[in-house]
């Protein structure tokens, strides 16, 4: 079950992997400027993770075959 549209604070919230995130890239942007993704990896004891974006619209099966880019914790959103 993906949470409401809940900040991802180190302390708060941790995600796990394959939880459905949405980058958010600048404050005030728009909805339509979000990233959807799925979390990757997350290194531990960081305020980053590693999420996988753009995967030719394989989220059900090949998502894990593509490269995750590290992003703050921060930066994300729960869902899409």
Known sequence: M?????????YVLN???GDEVQYIPFEN???DQYEKGKVKSMPEDT???FVVYH???EWDTGWQ???GQRTRKS???YGW
């Open 2 to 10: 993906i949470a409401p549209q809940y900040r991802l604070y180190n």
């Open 15 to 17: 995600p796990n992997i």
């Open 29 to 31: 942007c728009d909805e």
């Open 47 to 49: 305020d980053y993770v």
């Open 55 to 57: 995967c030719n619209e």
């Open 65 to 67: 075959n593509y490269t």
């Open 75 to 77: 930066d994300l959103i």
